[in-house]
């Protein structure tokens, strides 16, 4: 099937929809009344940062499912099932298996964070070892780990304004632009303003989407008899083919462990008003995965509608334009590029957070410096998009995975009662850096890497490769150097 470029009428609504979230969140500070001169730097710092840490059960999971389900949800995802069939569908199980470690873990990071007046991951590592060079390492991790996933948010961005008819790099550029201005103006605000208007959007361009798509092309036994002739290995594309099983276990298991790692996801963990929060949450977060499995699904109404491309990262906005009318289309494509408008916003900020608080802790509740640097950390992020050669957006995340989960067991396993050292930890987290790092770029960015083990070959998650050598490593030191901790960071 062929696709055109949308008309007039699609690129109105999708100015319309897209420009009225950026106002939105743009101006929150001014009509909210949080930037008078009389406030003080540090109460203004943690409103830009943390939204003031009061964030109630419904901001909190907006905020949380609006940065955690992103354009890697509605391009990536698609696009990778659009390309491999069934394997693409391990986004769905560890959506699920991430749930009850937020409703664990979380809530004890939250306990620490509030306090001690923590703002990161950092902030709570270095508490938890008494160590600056270990902070800085984790600080270092959710600075770089963040660039590629923002870059996610920028390629989902400059994707739909792409389909919408603009040439060369405007659409790279209005997407870049869009989101320095949203988030410098609006601070955590923003997104916690206008997650609840990106999560309506995706809500009703998806629903129609599969509703309408697949009455169109004969319904869904004929969508997916149809796409089966397209996948992999036909008409078995919609199974795992042999092989498959394990690095889709293991990618499952990775992504899962990392998810709440990220800056941007712990930035609205941090940011709820308690414990509870979190953990009702937790509870109800689940709902976003029903969307999830839906939008993958898109990847295979791609080929059952005939979506014929090389760019993956088109599948989703190609698919639109030949089904749906232009108005619609307009409308769906902004839906898209709010959806990564709004964690991409989180992301910069968590970053900055780090920075502020951890790498350069002079610049603390500076909130000039924290948007300077939001804005440096999403032009490293146009580099990645530049400059990193992913065959896949997805593999931008999956990188990005790599690098975060090397925090876990500073993090996670460091608010236990099990007795870690810092030079352990910092030792771990080196080793499993660069062994994960060298393996990645070795494999030319795959997220998998082939290992043999008694003859035997099998791909496995490279990210849980590198988490493994981290801990053998902590174990190992931690045997030879003695743990010790500061008193009351870890949990009870």
């Not at 109105?12 to 001014?30: E, K």
């Not at 920028?154 to 040439?167: D, F, H, K």
């Not at 005939?306 to 769906?332: R, Y």
């Not at 771990?428 to 290992?451: E, I, N, S």
Request: glycine fraction near 10%.
């Amino acid at each position: 099937m062929s696709s055109h470029v949308p008309s007039t009428p699609a690129l109105v609504v999708f100015i319309l929809f897209f420009a009225m979230t950026i106002m939105l969140g743009s101006t929150v500070s001014w009509w909210r009344g949080r930037t008078r001169s009389g406030q003080s730097d540090a109460h203004g710092s943690e409103d830009w940062g943390l939204g003031g840490r009061q964030f109630g059960t419904w901001v909190t999971w907006f905020l949380v499912g609006g940065d955690f389900y992103t354009a890697y949800t509605v391009i990536a995802v698609p696009a990778l099932v659009y390309a491999t069939g069934a394997f693409g569908f391990f986004a769905l199980p560890y959506t699920i298996i991430v749930y009850p470690f937020v409703f664990l873990v979380m809530p004890i990071l939250w306990q620490i964070a509030h306090d001690g007046k923590h703002a990161t991951a950092a902030d709570i590592v270095r508490a938890r070892f008494d160590s600056r060079a270990l902070e800085l390492a984790i600080a270092a991790s959710g600075l770089i780990a963040v660039m590629p996933y923002i870059a996610l948010q920028l390629i989902g961005i400059r994707t739909v304004i792409e389909a919408l008819g603009l040439p060369g790099e405007i659409p790279l550029i209005v997407a870049f632009l869009s989101l320095a201005a949203y988030t410098w103006l609006g601070g955590l605000h923003a997104p916690a303003l206008t997650a609840f208007i990106k999560d309506i959007m995706i809500y009703i361009a998806v629903l129609a989407a599969v509703t309408v798509i697949p009455l169109h092309l004969g319904g869904y036994g004929a969508m997916f008899a149809t796409a089966a002739q397209h996948l992999p290995h036909p008409p078995e594309g919609h199974a795992l083919m042999p092989g498959q099983s394990v690095p889709y276990a293991t990618l499952a298991l990775s992504s899962a462990l990392a998810a709440f790692l990220y800056p941007h996801t712990l930035t609205g963990v941090l940011a709820a008003r308690s414990a509870d929060t979190i953990r009702k949450n937790a509870v109800m977060l689940p709902a976003y995965t029903l969307l999830l499995g839906l939008i993958a699904m898109l990847g295979l109404m791609a080929h059952a509608a005939g979506v014929v491309t090389t760019n993956t990262s088109a599948i989703v906005p190609n698919l639109f334009t030949a089904i749906f009318p232009d108005w619609f289309t307009g409308f769906c494509f902004a839906a898209i590029a709010v959806g990564a408008l709004v964690p991409a916003a989180v992301m910069a900020i968590g970053a900055a957070n780090l920075v502020t608080s951890n790498i350069a802790p002079g610049l603390r509740n500076n909130v000039r410096a924290s948007r300077f640097v939001a804005l440096a950390v999403k032009l490293g992020a146009l580099a990645c998009v530049l400059f990193l050669n992913a065959h896949f957006a997805i593999d931008l995340q999956l990188l990005g995975g790599l690098w975060i989960l090397q925090t876990f067991p500073a993090l996670v396993l460091g608010i236990t009662k099990l007795r870690f050292s810092a030079p352990a930890m910092l030792a771990g987290w080196a080793v499993g850096t660069l062994y994960g790092t060298y393996v990645c770029f070795h494999d030319g960015l795959k997220p998998t890497h082939m290992l043999s083990i008694g003859g035997m070959h099998q791909l496995v998650s490279t990210g849980l490769l590198a988490l493994l050598v981290n801990i053998g490593t902590v174990m190992v030191i931690s045997l030879l150097v003695p743990g010790r901790s500061r008193k009351g960071a870890t949990a009870a």
